[in-house]
């Protein structure tokens, strides 16, 4: 059907910058929506941003001014560009993608997940 593939993660200093990929393939028909969410340790996964096949994005509040989400819609790819990080961003980073694909000699949709990257902020 459809697999994510994400990659970008890592440790980083409070402060410092790291920039997540997400690709997906298979049998995609079209890309709806693309976004990240995180998962911390103990807490349940949150919404960190999103955007649209035209553009549009969505940030939580708790990342505003400092994450920029991305896409290349030509390559099914889709960025999170993550800067002054701190402690709290630490987590599980998620990619999903809203999509359409073929199977079966049908277009269905779907609703797919990578695999997640892990962050880690601490000095």
């Known amino acids: 059907q459809v697999q994510l593939v994400e990659s970008g993660g890592g440790l980083v200093q409070p402060g410092g910058s790291l920039r997540l990929s997400c690709a997906a393939s298979?049998?995609?028909?079209?890309?709806?929506?693309m976004g990240w969410y995180r998962q911390a340790p103990g807490k349940e996964r949150e919404l960190v941003a999103t955007?649209?096949?035209?553009?549009?994005?969505y940030y939580a509040d708790s990342v505003k001014g400092r994450f920029a989400i991305s896409r290349d819609n030509a390559k099914n790819t889709v960025y999170l560009q993550m800067t002054s990080l701190k402690p709290e961003d630490t987590a599980v980073y998620y990619c999903?993608?809203?999509?359409?694909?073929?199977?079966?000699?049908?277009?269905?949709?779907?609703?797919?997940w990578g695999q997640g990257t892990q962050v880690t902020v601490s000095s």
């Open positions: 999903n993608a809203v999509v359409r694909y073929t199977s079966n000699r049908r277009v269905s949709p779907g609703d797919f």
């Open positions: 298979g049998s995609i028909f079209s890309i709806d929506a």
């Open positions: 955007i649209t096949s035209g553009g549009n994005t």
